[in-house]
């Protein structure tokens, strides 16, 4: 997962012009920290080169406006405090709401949500709604509960805390904008682990980074997990999590996320980043964000993809969701992730996208069979390579606008292994070794330069790649 995060997270910063990225995956049972990627990142065998500010861990360090993904938080703690139920209608009206003087509004109007509604279309106009009829006591409450305004408890020597002003300050344009992430400043790390708590009944854990230590020539003694306290209700983390399935269904603004063959649950983030003199925010630059679980029935991951100022388009939706079920895609696909596939998959439909064109559906998991009847029914033309196995790759990817018996081409994974399209670290490995694992995943050589053991690799590692891609290997001696 390190691996697919890292190759995902450098695709899309160079494919979005992103100025940076973030990457952070949790086990929400346990809170450990199962992938954690960064860009730009550093060396840190040169460290004494860099400015120290350079060298920080952003996911623990910097805080950020968290955006729309604040939604889902907002909403289980009006559930859990019995302000409105999962039925409750909100009439949003032209897609406007006046409070005090400041006219907040939607991107355009969508009359009457329930608080599904709202975190599917991400209305700001329902979540102010909701917002008031809990006040801002209790919606300050909830907050906290969740773990924001306060250390995480990962014990991480330079963490910050974020900021969640005490509610006796708030104006009630505060109280509004709060409901919709503007105005509160999260660390990557609060975030994901506030969502972790849904994905385990409720609980908060703290995030885990080290799993054991020990004294030298002593034994181990491992770090336990700990409880960082009860945010909701089981019954509340339950119906948050139906409604977070509704974000990545065809109609919601997280569709980009959807695996086909897993349930996903996520909600989309776009904020517009805060002037550094304090005095408003930059127009133009924005934090793209997803945050996501799957399987939404019993989570075993949970994650988050951040993308600062992605150029042209900057919706969460549509740069960062992808990101995301790219690297929970590829993990899977090796089978040796904890999401375990189902006998009978139907994918995720994706909805097409305004540019015309009908999309192709996501048909990577299923198997051969099924994945060409699946683009066969959507109107397209499936030609399968390789043998048995689930589909790893297909070009063009899903949610490509193309024209009806437009050709798609699925790359399968072999039934022996299952993770012979994944490139593997080879790096430190001597060549004897390095081939052997290369043999056995069924990647040919393309390459070895030099002698000694592997220094550097191509495709890195990680990689999802076609089975007939050739691994080039440079080599030196140990020492040098």
């Known amino acids: 997962m390190q691996g697919a995060a890292e190759a995902a997270l450098a695709d899309a910063v160079a494919e979005r012009g992103?100025?940076?990225?973030?990457?952070?995956?949790?086990?929400?049972?346990?809170?450990?920290?199962?992938?954690?990627?960064?860009?730009?990142?550093?060396?840190?065998?040169?460290?004494?080169?860099?400015?120290?500010?350079?060298?920080?861990?952003?996911?623990?360090?910097?805080?950020?406006?968290?955006?729309?993904?604040?939604?889902?938080?907002?909403?289980?703690?009006?559930?859990?405090?019995g302000d409105i139920d999962e039925n409750v209608l909100?009439?949003?009206?032209?897609?406007?709401?006046?409070?005090?003087?400041?006219?907040?509004?939607?991107?355009?109007?969508?009359?009457?949500?329930?608080?599904?509604?709202?975190?599917?279309?991400?209305?700001?106009?329902?979540?102010?709604?909701?917002?008031?009829?809990?006040?801002?006591?209790?919606?300050?409450?909830?907050?906290?509960?969740?773990?924001?305004?306060?250390?995480?408890?990962?014990?991480?020597?330079?963490?910050?805390?974020?900021l969640l002003r005490a509610w006796q300050r708030w104006k009630p344009v505060d109280q509004a904008t709060i409901a919709f992430g503007q105005g509160v400043s999260v660390t990557p790390i609060q975030l994901a682990s506030a969502l972790a708590a849904l994905a385990n009944d409720g609980i908060r854990m703290a995030p885990r980074i080290v799993l054991a230590r020990r004294k030298n020539g002593g034994d181990w003694q491992h770090s336990e997990p700990r409880s960082a306290g009860r945010a909701v209700s089981p019954e509340t983390a339950r119906k948050t999590l139906d409604m977070m399935q509704t974000?990545?269904?065809?109609?919601?603004?997280?569709?980009?996320?959807?695996?086909?063959?897993?349930?996903?649950?996520?909600?989309?983030?776009?904020?517009?980043?805060?002037?550094?003199?304090?005095?408003?925010?930059?127009?133009?630059?924005?934090?793209?964000?997803?945050?996501?679980?799957?399987?939404?029935?019993?989570?075993?991951?949970?994650?988050?993809?951040?993308?600062?100022?992605?150029?042209?388009?900057?919706?969460?939706?549509?740069?960062a969701a992808p990101v995301w079920r790219d690297i929970v895609a590829t993990w899977a696909a090796q089978g040796r992730g904890p999401i375990a596939l189902p006998a009978t998959v139907l994918p995720t439909l994706v909805a097409a996208p305004r540019t015309g064109g009908d999309a192709i559906p996501d048909v990577r998991l299923l198997e051969a069979d099924r994945a060409a009847e699946v683009l066969e029914r959507a109107g397209f033309t499936a030609r399968v390579q390789g043998r048995g196995g689930r589909v790893a790759v297909q070009e063009p990817p899903a949610g490509t606008p193309a024209r009806r018996g437009a050709l798609v081409v699925v790359t399968l994974t072999p039934e022996a292994g299952g993770v012979d399209v994944v490139v593997p670290d080879l790096r430190g490995l001597p060549v004897r070794d390095a081939l052997s694992r290369l043999s056995a995943l069924a990647i040919p050589v393309g390459r070895v330069v030099g002698s000694g053991s592997v220094v550097t690799q191509t495709p890195e590692p990680g990689r999802l790649v076609r089975p007939d891609t050739r691994c080039t290997l440079t080599l030196a001696p140990r020492g040098t």
Not at 25 to 36: E, F, I, N, Q, S
Not at 104 to 120: C, M, W
Not at 292 to 299: F, I, R, V
């Open 18 to 81: 992103a100025k940076g990225g973030m990457v952070l995956t949790l086990d929400p049972k346990t809170g450990d920290v199962l992938a954690l990627a960064e860009a730009p990142g550093f060396d840190p065998n040169r460290f004494r080169e860099l400015d120290y500010a350079d060298t920080r861990a952003r996911a623990f360090s910097d805080v950020v406006e968290a955006g729309s993904t604040m939604k889902v938080f907002l909403t289980a703690s009006a559930l859990d405090n």
């Open 90 to 162: 909100l009439d949003t009206g032209d897609g406007s709401i006046k409070v005090r003087g400041k006219l907040i509004k939607d991107r355009d109007p969508f009359g009457i949500l329930t608080p599904a509604d709202v975190l599917r279309v991400s209305s700001n106009v329902g979540a102010v709604q909701v917002a008031q009829r809990m006040g801002p006591e209790a919606q300050h409450r909830g907050l906290s509960r969740f773990g924001f305004g306060a250390l995480s408890g990962s014990g991480f020597p330079t963490e910050a805390a974020g």
């Open 247 to 319: 974000v990545v269904s065809s109609t919601g603004t997280g569709r980009f996320a959807g695996l086909a063959g897993v349930a996903v649950a996520g909600k989309t983030g776009t904020a517009q980043k805060s002037d550094e003199g304090g005095g408003g925010y930059r127009a133009g630059r924005y934090i793209s964000s997803f945050i996501g679980m799957a399987p939404a029935q019993n989570p075993r991951v949970v994650g988050l993809v951040i993308l600062d100022e992605p150029r042209g388009a900057y919706y969460g939706g549509s740069v």
